[in-house]
């Protein structure tokens, strides 16, 4: 999915942009949700309010200065340099989050999901809320 953003320049036309701008806005969505849980898992540890912040701040952080440096990359470079740094820098921190998410038991914490939901009974847990 990160590397997506490199054909951009490639694309063949405006249905084409269209194309991959609804793959990476999938991506997108999908990634999200991941991200909120590992910082709930971290607010277990470290603050629920205080990790969110870290994350907001982060993440605002990005959407300020990524178009400041873009700008540069694409008056040094050109605009296609910029679309392919963005795709190498994607997937560097694609391996970062895989290798830190490791590193803080998410693959514990996803096999407990799982064995949870392996033993849902709804009719259980209907019980339960009458």
């Known amino acids: 999915m990160c590397r997506l953003y490199t054909l951009i320049p490639f694309t063949a ?9 609804f793959i ?3 991506g997108s969505a999908l990634r999200m949700p991941a991200y909120t849980a590992v910082v709930a898992i971290a607010g277990r540890e470290f603050g629920q309010g205080a990790c969110m912040g870290a994350f907001n701040t982060a ?3 990005g959407m300020v200065t990524s178009p ?3 700008g540069y990359i694409m008056d040094i ?3 296609r340099a910029v679309f392919e740094i963005a795709g190498i820098i994607s ?6 989050f895989l290798v830190l998410a490791r590193g803080a038991g998410i693959d514990s914490l996803t096999r407990t999901i799982e064995r949870k939901i392996n033993t849902f009974n709804p ?3 209907l019980s339960l809320i009458r």
């Not at 997937?91 to 970062?96: D, E, N, P, S, V």
């Open 123 to 125: 009719t259980e847990t």
């Open 24 to 26: 990476l806005g999938i």
């Open 13 to 21: 036309g405006f249905f084409g942009l269209i194309l991959v701008s």
């Open 77 to 79: 470079l050109d605009i």
């Open 68 to 70: 400041i440096i873009s």
């Open 91 to 96: 997937l560097i921190a694609a391996i970062a």
């Open 59 to 61: 993440m605002s952080v």
